[in-house]
């Protein structure tokens, strides 16, 4: 079994930056792509980024505008979310997810077999 161990939650000011950082547990694990969903409660999980281990081909969500970067450190197994100009509509619970194959495609969170525990991100002065 894989786990995914996320960090790099907390509280920031409108504008500032964060970054998120999973490692997934086995050093043997290939996914197929690694991404970050955020959920705010009674909302669907809505993907923020995610990569493609294979050729890092790159996916964003519509809210991002530029303003994340996903990248990954294949010898780590890690997967990173640099998240620049935060706003408090960022404010939700960030998590971390795998994939084994394509599934639905990279943004439908039923593509994703394995995630991490959340990570809370707060956006607020």
């Known amino acids: 079994q894989v786990q995914l161990v996320e960090s790099g939650g907390g509280l920031v000011q409108p504008g500032g930056s964060l970054r998120l950082s999973c490692a997934a547990s086995k050093s043997t694990f290939s996914p197929y792509w690694m991404g970050w969903f955020r959920q705010v409660p009674g909302q669907e999980r809505d993907l923020a980024s995610a990569?493609?281990?294979?050729?890092?081909?790159?996916h964003y969500g519509s809210f991002v505008k530029g303003r994340f970067t996903i990248s990954k450190d294949n010898a780590k197994n890690t997967v990173y979310l640099q998240m620049n100009s935060l706003k408090p509509e960022d404010t939700a619970v960030y998590y971390c997810?795998?994939?084994?194959?394509w599934g639905y495609g990279w943004s439908s969170p039923r593509s994703y077999d394995y995630w991490g525990q959340g990570t809370q991100v707060t956006v607020s002065s």
């Open positions: 990569i493609r281990w294979s050729d890092g081909t790159i």
């Open positions: 997810a795998a994939g084994r194959s």
